[in-house]
């Protein structure tokens, strides 16, 4: 591990003294972004995962820039510039950086638009990460937002320079120049050939090492430049061999004893073993280079075309159609706008008017978001092998969805359009945080060994998020009764469907949060050994439990009515943030998967918000009342 | 449409029309519980699990502010069982109709019940093993021994609970005629050491630490990582006293010389006997691909016991069980080749309580939730 992760820092040097050295190897053409299909559905083994470049590309850009595409270019093409031109994409903006003091500390002058390129970054580049180092020493809880900010960027200052190394051996080296026509008609150099790279050299190695032997032996003040260019060649190829190692862009597979070992282009360019088909491998990614630099689009596509077909050939990754297509697609973004476009319409209607138009159509509106939406979850099912329920960036798009299919199932049944604004609602607003969720981490990462269960996951998990789903959405309709009966001041008789809508939903959520702990529970009893801890999420869950129980019992009881029942929906709402949100952001108990530091803020805006709403109410409730006397 | 009369409960209340008959009661007992738990909750950031534990969640009084009493959940939920039970006796009535509300109330009663009862009886302790070792006891993550033997007997060890321990007072160890007598006691201390000059003067490193004395520190937020230790004086049979300081995290034990023999000293995890012997064949950790991220942990391990002969796995999720103890896959070690296991040992009388709650309470709820619904939409229909 540390001897993998010296070679990777070493690797990472190397590649940052070639980014550093501006024009090192010469000027490279600008190329046109060129189609890149083939090389997108590459597979790659990255995160534990076999993936297709794309995800790969796009999971790193958003680590990066918090953004998925580049200047119209596609993460695959963005990529591609960066492992094949990395001179090049050296000025690509895409390195984000939201805290302006670190943008002060590095020395470098604020962009507008806070991205910056390696090379708008490169003259801080030490200062960053003696910071870095100094802050990564700290522990994670007391480190503060400048700190964060100065891991986060370093981080991906030293992965960017990671991903634009994989190829360096094939980029012509000032080190590798043989000017000697003695030491060219050796190794079988065309004279055109000004500069080499360490690719072109290494079939020679043999015959370098030797002449370097046979020059050992001689006199040094005898040598002639035959023998200092085979002294240098081989030493600086030693010295490429020794300071590099493994690298991250495992995209060439090999049969070890049976089993699929996936490895990064440069240890099969050192493994003599590797095989024939190792080589052709390099060769294709030689000849996909030199078609990039080039622009020929055609030749590109039949190298990638041929790289492919080769790695089928040795291993038997999984298809990348599906993953291909959940990434064009986009489908949860998709769904996040026809949700917001169809909550418009579903405000509208429940507040102001009930146009049969606008009802019909928010109705398809919805429909057609949960087209997408669907094909999301079920492509990630495909996908991971396991259901989409094993992250919180998972269980909102899973809620996301249960709440729109709770909302129209309660649409057919009211028809009030009620049902369509928590479908909506909760739709737009669940997509829009998981989105918050899913910046600068691959969302379809491992998962920890005691999650690594699909019966638990698909059973406890499911349920819980089905009672949060349903605890959502009575919130949502105790917003609406009490914005109706307070502040629109419509009358009780009037109000009798949102209520009944009400308690059923909240009902709804009781049943599969007791249902859904119960099997959690259960899970811990084989997992951890006991069925109940007191654990801050086991809490969260309980909390959902008791409290909707004293809702229902202080209903029967007498103790509260409709407005009552909207308030403690309400409240009900709040205590699902805690135990879905806040819980994690504790960082105690045995949950320790599930702990982040994302969230805060929107936890805070909605806890303020409601306070404010309740706050509201309570004004116009004793307004009403005093009005009334 | 005539309302149905309601029917009459199981039993009359009579003198019995307490408190506890009250829905008012139901909801007071639960809303204090919501405060607990959220309480509790909040409490384990600063103090963590087993002292909100010990302060809320087993506790049947809560000191607000070290004065002012309130409930505990143990109170609270007393108090809830007594309502329920009441409420299904006296109160319920018992139709069709409400049979899903019935069999739920059921279910918290049992899971209630069944709580308090795993809360006194069950017992957790874990069992550490390299691959080939074999032991018929695991050990407690709490409690502690102080324990002495002798050279000639090693396998005749004499032991006293560290919690028993008093200071001042004296204590027969293994070697008859020698005694301890305890200066200090420590729940949690650290080792202070200094170098001494090795015994063999040809050795390569002629100093080594040991242990000179130890200091106290405040108790561990989880009591398994505390670390006791005892200061002792050996009164051996010469009558001369050796002052000793015996440390719960040392690895070697205290060696008193004693004429003819030597009497060994050391704190150890009180060992919890087991039924059966296991002995741990292989353990596997499975890694994700390209990664060190585990994506499974397995044990195969070989179970000897009066009715039992046999290997099995034990791995994330899949625990061993044998009669009323569960060994779960809980740590690993990994060092210079050779691989350790841990298991978490629980032995639980009434681990099938909770099932059985759950079941009922799940069952209970559905049912409850679709004939509310049926009769809705019923209503709705009707012209």
């Given at each position: 591990m540390i001897a993998s992760l010296r070679c990777a820092v070493v690797a990472a040097a190397a590649c940052a003294a070639a980014l550093f050295a501006e024009g090192a190897s010469g000027a490279v053409p600008e190329t046109s972004y060129q189609k890149t299909d083939d090389f997108a559905s590459t597979m790659i083994l990255d995160n534990g995962r076999l993936k297709p470049l794309d995800s790969y590309a796009r999971s790193m850009l958003m680590q990066f820039?918090?953004?998925?595409?580049?200047h119209g270019m596609s993460p695959t093409q963005w990529l591609a510039r960066v492992i094949f031109l990395p001179l090049t994409a050296a000025?690509?903006?895409v390195f984000l950086i939201n805290n302006p003091e670190v943008v002060d500390a590095i020395g470098v002058s604020p962009q507008k638009r806070r991205r910056y390129s390696f090379n708008d970054i490169k003259q801080g580049y030490h200062q960053l990460t003696g910071m870095a180092r100094e802050a990564g020493a700290k522990d994670a809880k007391e480190r503060t937002l400048f700190e964060n900010e100065v891991v986060r960027v370093s981080r991906n200052l030293q992965d960017y320079l990671e991903i634009s190394s994989?190829?360096?051996?094939l980029m012509p080296y000032p080190e590798f120049a043989v000017r000697d026509s003695a030491a060219r008609d050796l190794l079988g150099?065309?004279?055109?050939?000004e500069q080499l790279s360490f690719y072109d050299l290494a079939p020679c190695s043999d015959r370098i090492a030797q002449a370097a032997t046979a020059a050992e032996r001689k006199d040094k003040a005898g040598w002639s430049v035959f023998d200092m260019t085979m002294m240098s060649l081989s030493q600086a190829l030693q010295r490429w061999r020794q300071s590099r190692g493994d690298q991250p862009f495992h995209i060439i597979p090999k049969i070890v004893d049976g089993r699929e070992e996936w490895l990064c282009p440069w240890i099969v360019m050192l493994d003599?073993?590797?095989?024939a088909q190792a080589r052709a491998d390099i060769s294709s990614l030689a000849a996909m280079r030199a078609a990039f630099i080039s622009g020929d689009a055609k030749g590109f596509a039949a190298a990638a075309a041929s790289f492919n077909a080769a790695v089928r050939r040795t291993a038997r990754p999984p298809s990348p159609g599906i993953e291909l297509l959940y990434n064009r697609i986009d489908p949860f973004a998709k769904a996040k706008i026809l949700y917001g476009l169809a909550a418009i319409l579903a405000l509208m209607l429940v507040t102001v008017f009930a146009w049969r138009w606008a009802r019909t159509l928010a109705f398809v509106l919805i429909c057609a978001a949960l087209a997408p939406h669907t094909f999301g979850l079920i492509a990630r099912v495909i996908i991971l092998?396991?259901?989409?329920?094993?992250t919180i960036y998972e269980t909102f798009l899973f809620v996301a969805w249960a709440c729109a299919v709770l909302g129209l199932a309660l649409e057919l049944i009211q028809r009030k359009s009620l049902g369509l604004l928590i479908s909506s609602l909760c739709g737009f607003f669940f997509l829009h945080l998981a989105g918050r969720y899913n910046?600068?981490?691959?969302?379809?990462g491992m998962i920890a060994a005691v999650l690594n269960s699909n019966f638990w996951l698909t059973t406890h998990i499911m349920s819980v998020t089905l009672g949060y789903a349903g605890c959502c959405c009575a919130g949502v309709i105790g917003h609406v009764y009490i914005v109706k009966k307070l502040?629109?001041?419509?009358p009780e008789e009037k109000l009798a469907s949102t209520s009944s809508a009400l308690y059923g939903i909240l009902a709804f959520g009781l049943v599969f949060t007791v249902i859904g702990t119960m099997l959690g529970g259960m899970w811990a009893d084989q997992?951890?050994?006991?069925?109940?801890?007191?654990?801050p999420k086991e809490n969260g869950a309980l909390l959902i439990i008791l409290w909707c129980a004293v809702v229902f019992h202080a209903r029967l009881a007498g103790i509260v009515k409709q407005q009552g029942m909207a308030i403690g929906a309400i409240l009900s709402l709040v205590l699902v943030m805690f135990a879905w949100i806040g819980v994690n952001l504790l960082?105690?108990?045995?949950?320790?998967?599930?702990?982040?530091?994302?969230?805060i803020t929107a936890l805070y805006s909605f806890l303020i918000f409601e306070a404010v709403f309740l706050a509201a109410a309570a004004v116009a409730f004793f307004m009403t009342r005093r009005r009334a006397m | 449409m005539t309302k149905r009369a309601p029917k009459k409960p199981l039993f009359a209340a009579g003198i019995f029309?307490?408190?506890?008959?009250?829905l008012y009661t139901t909801v007071i007992c639960l809303v204090v519980l919501c405060v607990l738990v959220l309480w509790g909750t909040l409490y384990?950031?600063?103090?963590g699990i087993y002292a909100a534990k010990a302060r809320?969640?087993?506790?049947?009084i809560v000191l607000i502010g070290g004065m002012v009493p309130f409930p505990g959940v143990r109170l609270a939920a007393a108090g809830l069982i007594l309502n329920q039970a009441m409420m299904l006796v006296f109160?319920?009535?018992?139709?069709p109709a409400k049979a899903g509300m019935i069999i739920t109330h059921l279910g918290v009663l049992v899971l209630l019940v069944g709580g308090g009862i795993v809360s006194y009886t069950a017992r957790e302790s874990f069992l550490a093993l390299w691959e080939g070792e074999t032991s018929n006891e695991s050990l407690s993550y709490h409690s502690w021994d102080l324990v002495t033997w002798t050279k000639a007997k090693p396998g005749a060890p004499w032991a006293v609970g560290l919690d028993t321990l008093r200071t001042g007072h004296a204590y027969s160890t293994a070697l008859p005629g020698a005694s301890v007598l305890v200066e200090n006691a420590y729940h949690n201390c650290v080792a202070l050491m200094r170098q001494m000059p090795m015994a063999?003067?040809?050795?390569?490193?002629p100093m080594f630490a040991a242990i000179d004395s130890i200091e106290a520190q405040s108790a561990?937020?989880?009591?398994?990582?505390n670390i006791p230790g005892v200061v002792v004086t050996v009164a051996a049979v010469a009558g001369i006293g050796a002052h000793r300081v015996v440390y719960g995290g040392a690895s070697e034990p205290v060696c008193i010389p004693c004429g003819a023999d030597t009497l060994y000293c050391a704190v150890r995890r009180k060992p919890v006997p087991l039924p059966l012997a296991i002995t741990l064949i292989k353990f596997i950790k499975e890694d994700y691909a390209g990664t060190q991220m585990a994506r499974q942990y397995r044990s195969t391990v070989h179970a000897k016991g009066a009715d039992i002969d046999r290997e099995a796995v034990i791995s994330m999720n899949k625990p061993f069980r044998y009669r009323h103890y569960t060994f779960y896959q809980s740590s690993y070690s990994q060092t210079g080749g050779h691989q350790s296991s841990s298991f978490a040992v629980v032995e639980n009388r009434g681990k099938w309580l909770p099932y059985v709650a759950g079941f009922l309470m799940a069952a209970g709820l559905l049912l409850h939730f679709c004939t509310k619904l049926i009769i809705h939409i019923r209503k709705r229909e009707a012209p």
């Open positions: 820039s918090g953004r998925t595409g580049f000025d690509d903006k994989v190829l360096m051996f150099i065309s004279p055109a050939a003599a073993g590797s095989g092998h396991r259901p989409p329920l094993a910046v600068g981490e691959d969302s379809m502040f629109l001041r419509t997992s951890w050994g006991r069925f109940w801890g007191w654990d960082g105690i108990g045995m949950h320790s998967y599930g702990f982040t530091t994302t969230g | 029309s307490s408190p506890f008959l009250s384990q950031i600063d103090h809320f969640f087993s506790s049947w109160k319920q009535e018992w139709r063999d003067s040809s050795a390569r490193m561990a937020s989880d009591p398994s990582d």
